[in-house]
């Protein structure tokens, strides 16, 4: 990027802008919590604030290791009175940008899971991966709505909306909040549900991190324990015909199934099996959690005679084993990705995405995904919530090595395959697929218009000064986006 010129001085980043905090200030801060504090320059900083997406390294004026909700409330009443803003990590999967020059909240340490089999619903603290819910939730025939990966941390994905392999059948994951606990901008500590605050718990299930930092939630478990799933890796040279075969297949399918099919561009990696390592596949994704296992295994089998299939096998297994349907990878990485969502997928849409992104052209993407939405996902719960993406028909979703090489270039790459899909278009964006984001403006034109204005709202309400600007911030004082035409 070219500099500005002299007559134009550069923005001041927010460390430059913030006043400055002495060695007393971060001392009588580590009097207020239970977890650790570090402050620039400490040793430890880095090791607390490293994040699984490589791709971001954080460099805030203070880290502090929450233990529990009195530390997060601590550390935001702190941050406010010395002029900072707040940002939140738990694992890192999903950071926007540095947190630079604020207070980051880690919440790993915060690892509390309770099941209760009668109500048939979970609360999990602020730190707790979806891994380990799944596995207590098994115990009694349960399981949650999690994403593609079982290490994910499930505030983080839920406060998104969070979509996942049974989301066609039961809906997003935010639809099953029950309550939150939720600490504002003015440090206070809230219970938020449909009944005590309303307008908040509209505003968290969905609009991300924008209202606070959750410390806590209770969520609905679905009455789950088998499924029929897995993933099939093909030859990369039948592409097109499988592409157009899932294009006319999956619409087709009973809500019980959910599925993607995903072009990957894989490393030559030792980890990887022969069959795949260093290749470019086409890999479809497969989940049925029907009452019939056999009904589930016979749905897939169009799909399974569209292409040569090189590895990978569909079939029944439990909850915790879930993860083996995408095959994310486990290991921190450095990553770029981009989503957007369809209207429709006709004949000419697939061939736009072969031609952008198809195993014929050399692009440094490792992944280009296309979802299938509907079902559960394209209603709205009991109780309305600020979730983006009920009305489409597919999801994309692009990913590439965010490397310093490819630091220009993939971006424009990413951007092109997507830009390509923009006459079969629905409007806006799943918060958790917005990938990098030019600002609040961009993050607001992801929810429909009405959903949009009561978030500002609720942000204007509670986070008037934006205490709370990292990650998928809304900007408290923007307008909201005006409603295009056929959009009403």
Known sequence: MPQAPATVPAPRTAAETAPAIGAADVDALRSRVHGPVYAAGDEGLAAEVFAWNLAVTHTPAVAVGATCAADVAAA?????????????????????????????????????????????????????????????????????????????GVVGYTLGGGVGSLGRKFGFAADHLLSVDLVTADGALRTVSADTEPDLFFAVRGGKGNVGIVTSVEFELVPVSTLVGGGLFFDAADAPALLHAFRTWAPALPEEASTSIAVLRLPPAEELPGPVRGRTVVHLRYAYCGDDLAEGERLVEPMRGAGRALLGGIGPMPTTAMDAIHMDPRDPMPGWEKGMLLAELPAEAVDAFLAAAGPQVDVPLVMAEIRLMGGALARQPRVPSAVAGRDAAFSVLVLGPAVPELAEVLPQVGRGVLAALAPWAAPGCMVNFLGEVSGPAEVAAAYPPAVAERLLAVKAAVDPTGVFSHGYALDPAAPAPAVPAGRA
């Open 76 to 152: 935001v009443s702190w941050a406010v009175e010395h002029g900072r803003t707040v940002a939140v990590q738990a694992t890192g999967h999903g950071p926007v940008r540095n947190a630079d020059g604020a207070v980051l909240v880690t919440t790993r340490r915060m690892q509390g899971v309770s099941i209760d089999p009668v109500r048939r619903t979970a609360r999990v603290e602020a730190g707790v991966t979806w891994e380990k819910v799944l596995a207590a939730a098994a115990e009694h025939g349960l399981t949650g709505l999690c994403g593609s990966s079982s290490g994910v």
